[in-house]
């Protein structure tokens, strides 16, 4: 069974190819809107317009390759939400397009749930308790006793991916934030002690961040001198190191706040396994931590490329094998679902 996936929910557009007589990812390209201030709505939509068509020739010359075509596609699966409306618009069209022009079942998938089954398909594991931590989203989600996939704890403000984004915005460290603050954290030398919020299973890092800009305040206000408790002072020579032990505290802080609700999960939901999905997942730190409390709670605890792990087509080609019952040969009834999550019906 050939599976065309097609993703466009926020600023990627990506298309995957999968085989699942043999179980193979054949072809996952993507292009992503970037921009430093967040994501202007028209800039967002011209961006999606423009350039999915780069990503189709490249599908349609890769089938080309392999001596195929769009006409031998058994099924096309798109990302039906959640997202932004006018980003899902676009893809949803492509998809439907596509399949009125050949022919081909339809079937319109949840985003999120694509990010978690995609993590089971290339992890082996069947039933895990999975970290989502991208931008915007910050979940525990596992499946209940009846199956249904449904979220233990999540963030009450801010994204993990958005808080780090925030504060390399803060500290002019650029966009975006991730990749950059795990560079810097390993230059660190002092543990600067930050909030640390937990709420049952939810965490909370707005007041993280306010913390944050009052520490750049305090470093200028003071000349360098921070106090870290109530009588202890740190004395920086220069900004650099300041701005390095604060990255290092802050990925120490924010990965033990989310792996101390996981903990939580895996105590509640007695799962045996555990995967780390979304961008955020690339950390390395994060992933030594994921491992070290793995250990400790004898969990088994795999990761998996990153290419798989942020928003691409391979993921959503994949979910609509999952959701290959619900296919049809028809496209009305499958308008964009902005504000389903993934506990949601689709
Ligand atoms: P979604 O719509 O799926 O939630 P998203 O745009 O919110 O997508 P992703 O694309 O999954 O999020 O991830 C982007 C986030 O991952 C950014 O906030 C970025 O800073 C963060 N990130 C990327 N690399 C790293 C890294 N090495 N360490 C920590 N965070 C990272
Ligand atoms: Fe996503």
Redesign the pocket.
């Known amino acids: 069974m050939l599976i065309l996936g097609i993703e466009g ?4 557009f990506g298309v995957g190819i999968i085989e699942m007589k043999n179980k193979k990812i054949l072809f996952n390209e993507k292009v992503q809107f970037k921009n430093n201030e967040g994501m202007d709505l028209r800039e967002l939509t011209e961006f999606h317009i423009k350039n999915f068509e780069s990503v189709l020739i490249k599908a349609k010359e890769f089938l080309k390759s392999k001596n195929l075509s769009f006409k031998d596609i058994d099924l096309i699966s798109f990302s039906q939400g959640p ?1 932004i409306g006018n980003s899902l618009k676009i893809s949803g069209a492509v998809a439907k397009t596509i399949s009125l022009k050949y022919n081909i079942p339809i079937v319109g998938v949840n ?2 749930r694509a ?1 978690l089954e995609i993590g089971k398909f290339l992890t082996g594991f069947s039933d895990p308790c999975f970290l ?6 910050t979940q525990i989600i596992a499946k209940d006793d009846f199956g249904n996939y449904k979220i233990y704890g999540e963030t009450e403000d801010i ?4 808080l ?2 925030s504060f ?1 915005r803060l500290f002019d460290l650029g ?5 950059v ?2 560079k810097r954290a390993k230059k660190g030398k002092n543990y600067i002690p930050l909030p640390y919020t937990i709420k049952g299973m939810n965490v909370a890092f707005a007041g993280l961040y306010s913390n944050l800009k009052q520490k750049k305040e305090q470093f200028f206000k003071n000349d360098g001198k921070i106090q870290i408790d109530n009588n202890r002072f740190i004395e920086y020579e220069n900004y650099d190191d300041f701005v390095n032990d604060l990255c290092y505290s802050l ?1 120490e802080t924010v990965f033990a706040v989310v792996l101390e609700i996981v903990e939580r999960a895996i105590a509640y939901t007695n799962k045996k396994e555990f995967i780390i999905v ?3 997942a ?3 730190r ?1 992933t030594e931590m994921a491992n070290g409390l793995s250990q400790i709670r004898n969990l088994k605890y795999a990761s998996f490329p ?1 290419e798989f ?3 691409n087509g391979a993921m959503i080609a994949y979910m609509g094998y999952v959701d290959k019952k619900r296919a049809k040969n028809e496209i009305s009834n499958l308008k964009p679902q902005p504000y389903i999550n993934v506990e949601s019906e689709l």
């Open positions: 929910t926020a600023h990627t997202g985003h999120i990010h989502y931590v991208s931008g915007v989203n994204g993990l991916g958005n780090l984004d390399a966009f975006p934030g991730g990749p603050i795990e990925q979304g961008g955020v690339s950390n390395k994060l990153m792990a942020m928003d």
